[in-house]
Nanobody, 121 residues
Framework: QVQLVESGGGLVQAGGSLSVSCVAS????????MGWYRQAPGKQRELVAT???????KYVDSVKGRFTISRDNAKSTVYLQMNSLKPEDTGVYYC???????????????WGQGTQVTVSS
């Protein structure tokens, strides 16, 4: 079994910064790519950023230049630094990890429980 636990987030004024982190634990053999997603009220969950085990990153256009995803493989942790926040960045932020567990052949996605980020105007 694998658990992902997010922390960070909160309330910030527009133009401010926040960071969120997510730690994976459990029966982990290795972690492939990791990512952050968000879901605003009344909207579908959307991809924010992903990072491979080698450090290659991708971002949704709306956050490029403002958000930075990073990871610490030794700590099984993924981070999201969010700068120049806008009200439209408000939502619940979820982390996802593609994990292979001990004794398994393939890998599967695991999700965290989500953490609220609210940006006031």
């Amino acid at each position: 079994q694998v658990q992902l636990v997010e922390s960070g987030g909160g309330l910030v004024q527009a133009g401010g910064s926040l960071s969120v982190s997510c730690v994976a634990s459990g029966n982990i053999f290795n972690i492939n790519d990791m990512g952050w997603y968000r879901q605003a009220p009344g909207k579908q969950r959307e991809l924010v950023a992903t990072i491979t085990s080698g450090g290659s990153t991708k971002y949704v256009d709306s956050v490029k230049g403002r958000f930075t995803i990073s990871r610490d493989n030794a700590k099984s942790t993924v981070y999201l630094q969010m700068n120049s926040l806008k009200p439209e960045d408000t939502g619940v932020y979820y982390c996802r990890a593609d994990v292979r567990t001990w004794g398994s052949v393939g890998s599967r996605d695991y999700w965290g429980q989500g953490t609220q980020v609210t940006v006031s105007s």
